[in-house]
């Protein structure tokens, strides 16, 4: 059988009080943690990667804790994980759809053919495929529709299947 994606067990984050968290994500989900400010919950990401160690507890990410790796090891295993920290988390300097080949071109065997095709796939999907040439910082967004959340979305899925 093979291990979820990622698990917290008795992750303990410190904030203005001590949060406890245990969860499994299944394989193919996508999950939101919602809490209130200064909980923590935004240092769950960085832990799964072994970024910040928890105060208690453990991370697993598929199946191996990544905070116990060498570091070479732990560089090359990060690779599987798509992560957007806080914020939008898009390279200001870059356009949207660099931003969205960047991890395919970097992380994956696909040819340059292959990453701007899958890219045009992504963006499409997300109804942005008028939007993907000027940088995010150029890119006037309107607050309705989405917002740079719906910018910062493609860039979570290049590793999915097309």
Sequence with gaps: MTAPPLVFED??????????VSLTVPPCRAIAVVGEVATGLDRLGPIALGLDLPEGGRALLFGEQV???????????????????EGDGLLQNLSLADNV????QFGSPLSSREVWGRVRVILGAFRLADVG???????????????RGRLRSPRRVPDAPP
């Design 67 to 85: 905070t116990t790796m060498a570091r070479q090891a732990a560089l090359a295993f990060r690779r599987q994980a798509g992560y957007v920290p």
């Design 11 to 20: 992750v303990l984050l410190e904030g203005t009080r001590t949060t406890a």
């Design 101 to 104: 080949a960047l991890p395919l």
């Design 133 to 147: 040439g000027p940088s995010p910082r150029q890119r006037q967004v309107p607050r309705r529709g989405g917002g």
